[in-house]
């Protein structure tokens, strides 16, 4: 993995930028509710969709609308392997871990083919991440990621745009307590986002309650930017509301969608998830008289009365929307939203999944993961045989090398794996590359025994799967075995 083929980059860089141009944008999404993937991900606990994790849904091509599914994405053990012990607990999963993620928003391509990875996406949490790990912290209120930073330390946490940015364009007192539930940006349009709880702000509207179901929009000329596009400065008192709530709540009725039980949505609750409508035209947004209106896309949004997982879009005065491949909800009066839409398992009896779509972005991702079945071992002393659980793979590719280490308790160490693996986990954390066994994935899953575990031995392995693509060295989500 430490060979660099500089000549081949290019060549590469361009075969697979044309199969992404040919396969276009997928749907990053995540749920209010734990849920099922609709394929059933091969039997594997990957069908298991949990609110801290973050899922895709492939819309690329009409062979994937025919398959369409919410896989997981970026499972929980990834975002733990990343954070580490960030709870000081002694174990590296962490089952509450952000409690939610509750938005989602890429920013620039982190590589030359444009597409994004677990490293490279914003999201924002409904519970703040542990402290003992990163310098800085991960709070409701600030948008970030994960990162190994520039001084080599893992685990630690990158903001495009922290607590107090928002604070500060809304006219707050910086340390006002806030919780960002959907974000989405582009630079030429600045930032559009939503909260959680109702908040009296002065906006550049002068003074306004901001509401839970409303849509507030920083111009990017308030904004300035770091040379990687996070958000660097911020305006004061020049945010402004686009849409009340009062206005989204029409919006809502006007769309005409049904819920989990068939019922018309007639208010939004909360407003959940946000992104642009890139297929439609750009309008304008206009708040007050007081404030120079605001240019971008009509906007995609879920609300929390959107129980069977829809999404609806601003255009028309409020609709379901269209997606790739089918309406993202059922018109009222024509049965449930069944969550089908969205790639999730509906209930028995026709009955619609209890989710509500928390956090979305359209953005080209691909899926190359491993997770382990039973995260935390408690095997101690006695130990335990070879297979005496999985660690399960969803692998775009027939045969997986899968490697293994012994590593840290506080967080794994890693190391860049540019110009590799740019589809897929762009960062190698088995330096050692100590080879366990040959994973298969004939249908785009598959597991492996965990190995055997010795008696009185307790500690943490490191699983990640290495596959060769025709122009590339592609590596997985990495997964860590607690063992107790």
């Avoid at 040379?227 to 989204?248: F, H, K």
């Avoid at 769309?255 to 018309?264: L, P, Q, Y």
């Avoid at 407003?271 to 120079?292: I, K, M, Q, R, Y």
Wanted: proline share 9%; aromatic share 8%; charged share 10%.
């Amino acid at each position: 993995m430490s060979v660099r083929t500089a000549s081949l980059l290019p060549l590469a860089a361009l075969a697979i930028a044309a199969a992404t141009a040919a396969q276009g944008r997928n749907g990053l999404i995540a749920f209010s509710q734990p849920e099922f993937t609709l394929s059933g991900s091969g039997g594997t606990s990957l069908q298991q969709l949990r609110p801290n994790e973050t899922a895709v849904l492939a819309w690329g091509t009409t062979a994937a609308c025919a398959g369409l599914s919410a896989e997981k994405w970026a499972p929980r053990a990834v975002y733990s392997t990343m954070a580490g012990d960030d709870n000081a607990d002694g174990l590296i999963n962490n089952a509450t871990l952000f409690g939610s993620v509750d938005a989602l928003v890429a920013t620039v391509a982190p590589n030359p083919i444009g597409w994004q990875n677990q490293r490279s996406v914003f999201w924002s949490v409904s519970a703040p991440m542990g402290n003992a790990v990163s310098a800085l912290p991960f709070r409701p209120g600030d948008v970030a990621r994960i990162v190994r930073n520039a001084g080599g330390l893992e685990g630690q946490v990158e903001y495009f745009m922290r607590r107090e940015m928002f604070n500060l364009a809304l006219g707050l007192p910086l340390a006002t307590p806030i919780d960002v539930d959907a974000i989405v940006f582009d630079q030429q349009f600045g930032v559009f986002f939503s909260l959680d709880a109702d908040v009296m702000a002065n906006t550049a509207c002068g003074p306004v309650l901001v509401q839970d179901g409303a849509v507030v929009a920083i111009p990017t000329a308030a904004l300035s930017y770091t040379p990687d596009i996070r958000v660097s400065g911020v305006a004061p008192n020049s945010a402004r509301v686009v849409l009340s709530e009062a206005q989204v709540d029409a919006m809502v009725v006007n769309a005409n969608v049904a819920n989990r039980f068939g019922a018309c949505v007639t208010a939004a609750g909360d407003l959940e998830a946000l992104d642009f409508a890139w297929n439609g035209p750009v309008v304008s947004w206009t708040a007050c008289t007081a404030a120079t209106p605001v240019f971008a896309p009509h906007l995609i949004f879920s609300v929390e009365n959107g129980t069977g997982a829809s999404l609806l879009v601003t255009g028309g005065g409020g609709q379901i929307w269209n997606g790739p491949c089918t309406p993202m909800g059922t018109p009222c009066g024509f049965g449930t939203t069944l969550g089908m839409q969205s790639g999730l398992r509906p209930l028995p009896a026709g009955v619609g999944v209890p989710s509500y779509v928390s956090a979305f972005a359209l953005d080209h991702a691909e899926r190359f993961v491993m997770e382990p079945q039973n995260p935390v071992m408690a095997v101690f002393p006695a130990g335990a045989p070879a297979g005496a659980s999985q660690v399960d793979l969803a692998s775009p590719f027939p045969i997986n090398l899968v490697f293994l280490e012994l590593v840290s308790p506080v967080v794994p160490g890693s190391v860049p794996a540019f110009p590799f693996s740019m589809m897929y986990f762009p960062d190698l954390y088995v330096p050692s590359l100590l080879f366990y066994t040959v994973a298969s994935a004939p249908l785009g899953f598959g597991s492996v025994p965990t190995p055997a575990i010795p008696p009185g031995f307790t500690g943490k392995v490191l699983f990640q799967s290495v596959a060769f693509s025709t122009m590339s060295i592609e590596l997985s989500t990495p997964a860590v075995l607690d063992v107790q």
